[in-house]
């Protein structure tokens, strides 16, 4: 990583990708960006675009691809398949076993993984022209499932619309013409609130389910 400390390192236009880039990934651009002078004086390097990123610490089991040049600091790795690899293959491998990969991280605070345990995970390697058959059958899953993904969110607009129609009155439905009255919340529902519990009283059994604050962000 080039200096922090020194202003002429940073700010310029060459992207410098880190975890964080990983894991909110924009293939088109990184959160921070070095100058030339920084890139000089670092051992960091020049990453093409389309080659393999995956991390070593963090974040462990993600693969990507930038479609720009990156420079990478020392938690990514980048891969270049030798000639029986398609690295389109190796993609969707590590897709596949992201979670072991995730499950060799080891620390006492942020999982990592070293380069040379990494090396020695076990890779089944078909053919070539196997590999490339097999990258065009789940690429042609992936582009299916993109459509769907985009036909998703068309229909959650339209939903949208109608909600903010229907439940405004806007709109109102064939057969319905009687006015609508508006009143307060409390006319229409009752309120109970919860308790506050101690993690001594909580347990991950017992006759009734209790729904704790976190959980409306995190399990819900």
């Known amino acids: 990583t080039p200096s922090k ?3 002429e390192y940073w700010g310029g236009d060459i992207p410098w990708a880190t975890v964080k880039d990983i894991t909110t990934f924009n293939p088109d651009d990184t959160q921070d960006h070095i100058t030339e002078e920084g890139l000089n004086s670092s051992s960091t390097r020049l990453v093409h675009k389309g080659t393999l990123i995956t991390p070593t610490r963090m974040a462990l089991g993600h693969v990507v691809f930038f479609n720009v040049d990156v420079t ?3 938690d990514l790795k980048a891969l270049y398949p030798k000639d029986n690899t398609s690295k389109h293959f190796l993609f969707y491998w590590f897709k596949y076993r992201a979670q072991y990969i995730k499950s060799l991280g080891n620390g006492s605070t942020v999982d990592g993984i070293p380069q040379t345990e990494l090396k020695a995970v076990p890779f089944s390697l078909p ?4 590999q490339h058959r ?3 059958i789940l690429e042609t ?4 499932i993109d459509l769907l993904k985009q036909k998703i969110e068309l229909k959650k607009q339209v939903k949208k619309g109608l909600m903010q129609q229907l439940l405004t009155g806007n709109v109102r ?8 009255k ?4 409390d006319d229409v529902c009752e309120f109970k609130k919860g308790s506050g519990l101690s993690k001594g009283k909580v347990s991950g059994s017992g006759k009734y389910k209790c729904i704790l604050y976190g959980e409306i962000y995190t399990t819900y």
Do not use: C, R, S
Not at 182 to 185: A, G, I
């Open 5 to 7: 400390a020194i202003k």
């Open 182 to 185: 508006m009143v307060n919340l």
């Open 141 to 144: 899953w992936d582009n299916a």
């Open 72 to 74: 990478i600091n020392q």
């Open 127 to 130: 053919p070539l022209p196997e």
């Open 173 to 180: 439905l064939h057969g319905f013409n009687k006015e609508w």
């Open 134 to 136: 097999i990258v065009t």
